[in-house]
């Protein structure tokens, strides 16, 4: 069961799998996502539906190493199986025809997560604008694809090593002074302060209600049991695990939110720098 | 074989105390607290009975147990004989003798209590199936029939585990469809080891998967595969999946970091295995001081949990008094023991964060009890001005669970009541679909283990005719 069928490495620090799981693959919608376990000692991990086939009985995950048990996940190797792997979880993106432009943002590791989105937006009669954009040409992820699932395609990296140098509100807030009311929606997904900082722009522009944004707070269950995930929308507590991942970014209490990613960093880094030199002294690194 | 003793004799004698590990040793480790009767502890005991006929303890007991009938083959040592006795009935003894609210069931109507000094019926229970699992006497193995009919069992808590066990036994081919990546609902994320031992629960569950019930583990109904296709798919279906959604207070702070619903809490720390961080990945942050608000089972687990996490102070805030407290007696002494502190007639109003947005206070109101309520317990009355501050590192929420809606929104036709628990009949289980059963806390809402046994098990006799009649 959930074996990795296939495994390549986009950058330093991404990786791409795609994993045997026909019944994950059979519900999956674009905006949902599972939650994994490498091995039984291991943790649940969240990440979400990059891309799937119901007819081939595939998952795709795409995943940054920023802790040890991405890290660990990293290290396996195609053909090893996952210990388990549960979804599609959350609930998925509304897409309709919204009778206009529709602006993709997606940056660093939410490239991945935005590309079922803009594909099935295009197949729907939306005018699609991705914008997406990493801090340099190294982290840039599925560029050609995200081309092939949008209308319009601009690049930026923070640095300028590649595309227009920019962080992706510019071009986000340039669209909104010169087209207004022509774009019909927005999806920005990424690191949480990039995703506060889309929201902003929105805001500035009077467009707070139309950008929705993919929460990732810490998960455990993902399945609407425990918690951990709640978040401040709307002045509510919602669970992000079933009431999200996306929600309206205007809502979004974001200080919160990153205020709560936070609460292990303690223990995840001495986790890490265990592990590190565990596959030291075992050769591995 | 053990003599039987006279009844003036079984008087006089008194209940046979249950050997622990003390409490200064216990708050340092996982281990279960109660040890265990020996043999002859468990003669001793039995040899009390009364065999009254017809017996108040059976009256007491939601499954029916045949309690004397068993407690007489223990003063034999027919341990085998009184295991399948209580099999008859209930088929998760060493589970239901380890957890059940004895006081209030089958010990309080058992006719010693008028002395203050009833059967202890939960450690013989305990005891005669902790000799059958060391000893492998377990179930006889079902005849398969050639053209089995297929049963979905949604969750494999008490209540599906049950319903599961019964229908394979009359040879049924029966699925068990689990969210989670380990079945046993409460009996493994909740339940701590330090009062149900995991190894027990897993000891159960392969039981019945050699009884031929398949477990498919990760599989989410609602999301994964919604109820209607399960119910095309099967000839019928039962929904035993629990209500395991947390309840909020909905008071300032609550989501301040170091706030816990008690489900995530004991999820991190039984399920995750978070007490054995970092040979397990799954953090949890456990700090000096820690409050628990509520006064369940749940809150009791919550406290007593935190303090073996290195907790100095553990302690319990409950808006009533001593006496309303609904967790098991025995639970309550337990946690005294180990140094629990409780906090009695307060009410949280804010919990109190620091510039960093973690937890540094609880500021609660002293109560006082007024008239009874509709449960028929005094109603807690806020004190005006009592306010006054709990320093503490971490808040864990155990007020109650309710129903987690995504099973229902995927069955069509299975009504739901305002709180989103099934409307299943009381005798049957059946919903107000032909083909759907439900029972356990998502048809009651969070009650016991052995009433989501009970409900399993009348839903597989009610399932068993239905196909029969449908032939
Ligand atoms: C709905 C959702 C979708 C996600 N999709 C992706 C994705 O497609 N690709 C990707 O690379 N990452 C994704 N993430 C984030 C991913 O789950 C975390 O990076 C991962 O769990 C980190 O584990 P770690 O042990 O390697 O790092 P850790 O050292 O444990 O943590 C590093 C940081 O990751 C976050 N994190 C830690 N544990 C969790 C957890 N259980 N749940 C969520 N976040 C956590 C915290 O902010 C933490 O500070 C998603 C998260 C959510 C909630
Ligand atoms: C901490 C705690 C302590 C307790 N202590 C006691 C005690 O001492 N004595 C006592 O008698 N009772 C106690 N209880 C109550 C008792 O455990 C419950 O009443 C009992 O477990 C209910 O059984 P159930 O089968 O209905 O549900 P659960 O045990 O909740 O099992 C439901 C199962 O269904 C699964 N599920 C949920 N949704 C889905 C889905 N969509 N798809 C597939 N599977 C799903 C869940 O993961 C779970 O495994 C306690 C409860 C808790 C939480
Ligand atoms: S009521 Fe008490 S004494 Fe009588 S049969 Fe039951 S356990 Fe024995
Ligand atoms: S992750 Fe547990 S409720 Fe959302």
Redesign the interface.
């Known amino acids: 069961m959930y074996k990795i069928l296939e495994k390549e490495r986009w950058s330093e620090s991404v990786f791409s799998y795609i994993i045997d799981a026909p019944y994950v693959a059979k519900a999956a919608q674009p905006g949902q996502f599972i939650v994994l376990i490498t091995r039984p000692t291991g943790e649940r991990i969240p990440l979400t539906i990059a891309d799937s086939s119901a007819e081939e009985g595939w998952v795709q995950i795409v995943f940054q190493v920023v802790g040890k048990s991405t890290l660990e996940l990293s290290l396996m190797e195609k053909n090893d199986e996952l210990y388990s792997f549960a979804g599609p979880l959350g609930t998925a993106s509304e897409l309709e025809n919204f009778g206009g432009k529709v602006v993709i943002i997606g940056g660093g590791i939410g490239i991945a997560p935005i590309h079922p989105i803009a594909r099935k937006l295009k197949e729907m009669g939306n005018y699609v604008v991705s914008v997406i954009g990493a801090r340099t040409k190294e982290l840039l992820i599925m560029e050609d694809k995200i081309r092939e699932a949008s209308n319009e395609l601009i690049v930026v990296t923070d640095d300028g090593s590649y595309g227009r140098k920019a962080l992706v509100t510019e071009p986000l807030d340039e669209m909104l002074k010169t087209e207004g009311e022509n774009i019909k929606k927005i999806w920005a997904i990424g690191p949480p302060i990039m995703m506060k900082f889309c929201t902003k722009t929105a805001v500035a522009n009077g467009r707070g209600n139309d950008i929705i944004v993919s929460l990732n707070p810490i998960m455990v269950d993902g399945t609407g049991m425990c918690g951990a995930c709640r978040v401040t929308v709307g002045g509510k507590t919602k669970f992000a695990c079933v009431d999200g991942p996306e929600f309206i970014g205007g809502l979004v209490d974001f200080d919160e939110f990153m205020g709560r990613q936070r609460q292990y960093i303690e223990k995840e880094k001495n986790a890490l720098e265990s592990y590190k030199a565990k596959l030291q002294k075992e050769g591995r690194v | 074989m053990a003599e039987r003793i006279k009844a003036a004799e079984k008087f006089k004698r008194n209940r046979v105390p249950m050997p622990e590990q003390p409490p200064e040793k216990r708050v340092k480790n996982f281990d279960e607290v109660p040890l265990g009767y020996t043999l002859e502890d468990a003669i001793e005991e039995a040899q009390r009975c009364l065999q009254c006929k017809p017996a108040a303890c059976i009256e007491g007991c939601p499954a029916d147990v045949h309690i004397p009938q068993f407690i007489d083959k223990v003063i034999d040592e027919d341990l085998e004989g009184a295991f399948k006795e209580i099999k008859i009935t209930n088929g998760l003894p060493a589970v239901c003798g380890r957890v059940c609210p004895q006081e209030e069931q089958c010990e309080e109507k058992c006719v010693m209590n008028k002395k203050g000094k009833p059967i202890a019926i939960g450690r013989l229970e305990r005891y005669v199936a902790d000799w059958a699992r060391e000893h492998g006497v377990g179930d006889e193995k079902p005849q398969k029939s050639s053209q089995p009919k297929k049963i979905a069992i949604v969750g494999s808590g008490p209540a599906g585990l049950a319903c599961a066990t019964d229908l394979a036994k009359l040879g049924y081919d029966v699925t068990i469809y689990e969210?989670?990546?380990k079945p046993g609902g409460v009996l493994i994320y909740g339940i701590p080891e330090f009062r149900l031992p995991k190894s027990i629960v897993d000891y159960e569950i392969n039981k019945i998967k050699e009884l031929g019930v398949k477990i498919i583990?990760?599989?989410?109904i609602g999301?994964?595969?919604s109820v209607d296709s399960l119910i095309e798919k099967y000839d019928a279906v039962f929904l035993g999946n629990g209500a395991?959604?947390?309840r909020?207070m909905g008071i300032p702070g609550?989501?301040l970091?170091?706030v816990?619903?008690a489900?995530?809490f004991l999820?991190?720390s039984n399920l995750?295995?978070a007490f054995d961080?970092?040979?397990?990945?799954?953090?949890i942050?456990v700090g000096k001081r820690v409050a628990v608000i509520g006064g369940g089972n749940v809150a009791m687990d919550a406290v007593r949990t935190a303090k073996r996490l290195g907790a100095e102070d553990a302690i319990i805030v409950y808006r009533r008094s001593r006496t309303e407290i609904p967790a098991r007696a025995e639970e309550i002494e337990h946690a005294e023991a180990e140094g629990i502190q409780f906090e009695l007639l307060t009410n949280p109003v804010r919990v109190i964060g620091d510039e960093?947005?973690n937890v540094k206070g609880l500021e609660c109101l002293r109560m006082e009890l007024g008239e009874p309520d509709e449960s028929g317990r005094r109603r807690p009355i806020p004190i005006e001005g009592s306010n006054f501050v709990l320093d503490v590192d971490n808040v864990i929420i155990a007020i109650g669970q309710s129903a987690?809606?995504?099973v229902a929104r995927s069955a069509t036709g299975v009504e739901t009541n305002k709180w989103g628990y099934f409307v299943a009949d009381e005798e049957t289980g059946h919903t107000t679909h032909p083909k759907v059963w439900a029972g356990g806390d998502i048809v009651t809402g969070a009650a016991t283990v052995i009433l989501a046994v009970g409900a399993g098990k009348k839903a597989a006799e009610s399932i068993n005719k239905y196909l029969e009649e449908q032939g």
Do not use: C, Q, V, W
Not at chain 2, 217 to 220: E, G, H, K, L, M
Not at chain 2, 277 to 283: G, M
């Open positions: 969210a989670l990546h583990t990760n599989y989410i999301l994964t595969e395991g959604a947390p909020f609550e989501n970091n170091g816990y619903s489900s995530e999820t991190r995750m295995r961080f970092p040979k397990y990945d799954t953090p942050n960093n947005g987690n809606p995504i």
